[in-house]
């Protein structure tokens, strides 16, 4: 349970809030490169705790990332001509570069005019197929955070956004809720559950195919440089505890997913106090592709996930494609994984009231997620550093394996103790 008043000082992000003054030390992912396709391509409209952007991708091909509304009289750039080195606004013509100069005023030719100002801009990389900005004060730029997923051949890795109409932390809480995998995801964790035998799913890419059937893990936590890591330990068939998935919550929003054969980054980025952009981004040590992924989340049906806008377009207008006929078999009657867990995160409402829920033991990863954030909005309130920050993250991973007799679970990922700066 979360009094009322630290849920809102959690959830909210815009301008002038408390969590919002946490989010806005950090990097945030945009849009993913796909979406700025090409130079000079169509411009994007990014919502971002709660403001207004505009992404374009230049004649040279750098990416700019500004206020959404042109400084002159506040026209949206979202609606400009993207060409010749910069984005020019449709209503009097001025051009704005990457970095905000304004190249042109048309209807105030004198350029001296033009060389005194310039428009909001914010520092940009591009780096593992997403474009990343930086909206915080300017004299508090961190480094900038690499992940493992960065340093993989782009064969090797798929990245996914879904754009889900609800707060972060909903979706945030999920991806720290070991004991849900085994229940929302059963018909991937637990083949073989109508029989009531378990047979491991051979699928090495599904990160909800666990290696145990027992639904009542017990919990470990620590906290790391980064956030915490956790494990969840389940019993394996001669009811010993062997089995050990470790996952890590990484401040403010990310996590790591194991899958047999790969990582699954997740990155939940807030657009308002009730809309998420999910970043999956699925890399390992093997070609991986789009089409398998989007199969295995659920998302290959156009009724459902909108590509184009990369947003999930299930309501309950239709009880979000559930099939109660289907249910028979398919414990969830949803599609995939990520369409079971973007539904849940719906079907909590817009923002979520955590002031009358009823927690048990195997929550202690959701109830740590909540203190860590609430202890970062509390270090930046002080004007210190929030864990993660300028971090490099390349060590951040997760893993599903047994777990040798008498072993520590934290000697299973020795690099999230390692943790160094970028
Ligand atoms: S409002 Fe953009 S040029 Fe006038
Ligand atoms: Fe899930």
Known sequence: MLSQKDNEMICRVGAGTPGGALMRRFWHPVCTSAQLPHPDCAPLRVRLLGENYVAFRDSAGSVGF?????MHRGASLALGRVEEGGIRCLYHGWKFSVSGDVMETPNHADPRYAARLKA???PVREAGGIVWAYVGPKELLPAFSRYAFMDVEPSHRVVLRVNVACNYLQLVEGGEDSSHVGVLHTNMARPGWKENEFTPNPDVVNPAALASND????LKIEDTPFGFQYVALRKTADSQVRNARVVPFIVPYGRVIPAPAFLFTVLEVPEDDTHTSTYIVVHGDAPVTEAKIIELLGLNDPEYYDRKNCTFTASWADSF?????LMKENWSGLRGVEVEDATIGLSQGPLYD???????PADQAVVRVRRVLLESIKRVMENQQPPALGLDLRGVSACDRQLDEGAAWQDLLPSHRQTVAA
């Open 66 to 70: 500004l206020e959404e509304l042109c």
């Open 120 to 122: 909001p801009s914010f």
């Open 215 to 218: 639904l009542e893990p017990a």
């Open 321 to 325: 494609g559930q099939n109660r006929e």
């Open 354 to 360: 955590r002031s009358r829920e009823h927690l048990v």
